[in-house]
């Protein structure tokens, strides 16, 4: 079993739809979430940081953790076909002491459809 | 812009040769991230340096090393080069833990 598991999609949807990107993991260490957006293999974007359970809001996107369930997920609200991408959810476990390394899941492949 | 510079942009070489790959930090970040990512396998964490020192390992080859300096550059050494290491490689930096800014990437193609 992978630390982190995601559908790679792809995940076809219209214009204006509300998108749902999940993601599981088996490592519960782990304590920082994050989701990056990643165009046509150019540097991950960061997208949503959190690091507690529970929902973090910006702008169009929602951010969501559950510890208990060792499930996180990003929802975008109105979606536009700019925000055809790959999306990808990573986690980490930090030390304190600087040393530690995202685990990314493989990435879901986005379309959204004028 | 993401503040993190990464040259060259593309580099194509042959089997069995050595290239470096050089990654500039965002101003203020002490933390430098080596990632690969590969069509099959994903975005996967190679090296970590803090502040000139070596704090993770990865998934890394023997094959490959890095170093920081006293500057706070990184450079990503990969050497015997086969055909499977070509992908593109990319270095993020931090301050000290997450979150990660990354840059955008050094595409190498070994033929």
């Known amino acids: 079993q992978k630390e982190v598991e995601q559908d790679p999609g792809p995940l076809s949807v219209p214009e204006g739809a509300i998108v749902s990107l999940n993601c599981t993991y088996s490592?519960?260490?782990?304590?920082?979430f994050m989701w990056y957006r990643q165009y046509s293999r150019k540097g991950p974007e960061l997208l949503m940081y959190?690091?507690?359970?529970g929902n973090k809001e910006d702008g169009r996107f929602t951010a969501q953790v559950d510890k208990s369930s060792k499930y996180i997920s990003l929802f975008i609200r109105d979606s536009q076909p700019s925000d055809s991408a790959t999306y990808l959810c990573?986690?980490?476990?930090?030390?304190?002491?600087?040393?530690?390394?995202?685990?990314f899941g493989k990435g879901t492949h986005l379309i959204i459809q004028p | 812009d993401s503040g993190v510079t990464q040259t060259p942009k593309h580099l194509i070489t042959a089997t069995g040769q050595r290239v470096t790959l050089r990654c500039s930090p965002r101003?203020?970040?002490?933390?430098v991230y080596w990632y690969q990512q590969s069509l099959d396998q994903g975005l996967q964490f190679l090296i970590q340096?803090?502040?000139?020192?070596?704090?993770a390992k990865g998934n890394i080859l023997e094959r490959f090393s890095a170093q920081q300096f006293p500057d706070l550059h990184s450079e990503l050494n990969l050497s015997s080069l086969e055909l499977g290491d070509s992908a593109l490689y990319f270095c993020?930096?931090?301050?000290?833990?997450?979150?990660?800014?990354f840059g955008s990437g050094t595409r190498l193609t070994v033929v």
């Open positions: 993020a930096s931090s301050d000290r833990g997450p979150p990660y800014t």
């Open positions: 101003s203020g970040d002490l933390s």
């Open positions: 490592n519960s260490a782990f304590q920082y």
């Open positions: 990573a986690m980490s476990v930090y030390s304190g002491g600087g040393a530690d390394g995202l685990t």
């Open positions: 340096y803090y502040n000139g020192e070596e704090r």
């Open positions: 959190t690091y507690s359970s």
